[in-house]
């Protein structure tokens, strides 16, 4: 007898929707998401679909309905809940929009929790398209199967986010003038945590001075080489899941 095909598919189409999702309820999507579902991947009347609603976790759905300019889903089965998720923050500051999407991108696949753009006096950049920002961070979460999206804050100015720091996180300051190897400090601050990256000239001397002076703050170092901020930002992250998130 032939195998039983797997269910669902491993090949069924991923999307992040608004609604909580919950067993028997119906989905109706229209816009670029039934586009996608319907022109790119052409499915069908009883083919799955996974979904996710950055709430309860991960189900799969059947297509109930696939019309020209909408498809209707039927939510049948929760497969994982919502994924826990490392409480660290990423505070990149902005550069180019290409280097500053794959920080964004990037940031969601290694977990982190709260992405928050920063402003400096050197940025390239100040300002971010919030919708095309979070457009971003959820086709990244739907590539690599995650069930939970990071928060995107608003871009804040440094002194505002430094004025504003919550007490009980540690802020790590990537200086490229030096610090405490990285690994080492992580490991020894436990708790909520969050990464503090400059933008592409670096942080000048009174912003150095500001960020040293704050008493959350601890200055590291990634290693001998100087790093461009992207990949500062990505090469952070990874150290510190490897050291005390998830990994």
Same mark, same amino acid.
């Given at each position: 007898?032939?195998?039983?095909?797997?269910?669902?598919?491993?090949?069924?189409?991923?999307?992040?929707?608004?609604?909580?999702?919950?067993?028997?309820?119906?989905?109706?999507?229209?816009?670029?998401?039934?586009?996608?579902?319907?022109?790119?991947?052409?499915?069908?009347?009883?083919?799955?679909?996974?979904?996710?609603?950055?709430?309860?976790?991960?189900?799969?759905?059947?297509?109930?309905?696939?019309?020209?300019?909408?498809?209707?889903?039927?939510?049948?089965?929760?497969?994982?809940?919502?994924?826990?998720?490392?409480?660290?923050?990423?505070?990149?500051?902005?550069?180019?929009?290409?280097?500053?999407?794959?920080?964004?991108?990037?940031?969601?696949?290694?977990?982190?929790?709260?992405?928050?753009?920063?402003?400096?006096?050197?940025?390239?950049?100040?300002?971010?398209?919030?919708?095309?920002?979070?457009?971003?961070?959820?086709? =990244?979460? $739907? %590539?690599?199967?995650?069930? #939970?999206?990071?928060?995107? @804050?608003?871009?804040?100015?440094?002194? &505002? /986010? +430094?004025?504003?720091?919550?007490?009980?996180?540690?802020?790590?300051? =990537?200086? $490229? %003038?030096?610090?405490?190897? #990285?690994?080492?400090?992580? @490991?020894?601050?436990?708790?909520?945590? &969050? /990464? +503090?990256?400059?933008?592409?000239?670096?942080?000048?001397?009174?912003?150095?001075?500001?960020?040293?002076?704050?008493?959350?703050?601890?200055?590291?170092?990634?290693?001998?080489?100087?790093?461009?901020?992207?990949?500062?930002?990505?090469?952070?992250?990874?150290?510190?899941?490897?050291?005390?998130?998830?990994?």
């Amino acid at each position: 007898m032939p195998a039983t095909p797997a269910w669902p598919p491993r090949s069924a189409p991923r999307l992040f929707v608004s609604q909580r999702l919950a067993e028997g309820e119906t989905i109706a999507l229209d816009g670029p998401q039934a586009h996608y579902l319907g022109k790119v991947m052409r499915v069908a009347a009883g083919d799955a679909v996974i979904l996710c609603d950055n709430q309860t976790g991960e189900w799969v759905a059947r297509v109930a309905q696939a019309g020209k300019r909408d498809v209707v889903l039927a939510v049948e089965t929760c497969l994982r809940p919502r994924e826990d998720v490392p409480d660290l923050w990423l505070c990149p500051a902005l550069l180019k929009k290409q280097a500053y999407d794959w920080v964004l991108e990037k940031a969601t696949e290694l977990g982190v929790a709260q992405i928050r753009p920063v402003i400096t006096r050197r940025c390239v950049a100040d300002k971010l398209n919030p919708e095309r920002a979070e457009a971003i961070i959820t086709e =990244a979460a $739907e %590539q690599c199967a995650r069930t #939970a999206l990071p928060t995107l @804050a608003p871009p804040a100015r440094l002194d &505002a /986010l +430094l004025r504003d720091w919550p007490q009980t996180r540690t802020l790590f300051f =990537a200086d $490229e %003038q030096g610090g405490a190897p #990285a690994r080492a400090a992580f @490991a020894a601050h436990e708790g909520p945590a &969050a /990464l +503090l990256i400059g933008p592409e000239g670096g942080f000048d001397e009174a912003e150095r001075a500001a960020i040293r002076a704050h008493p959350r703050a601890r200055a590291i170092t990634l290693g001998p080489r100087i790093l461009r901020g992207e990949t500062a930002a990505v090469a952070a992250t990874a150290l510190w899941m490897g050291t005390m998130g998830d990994w």
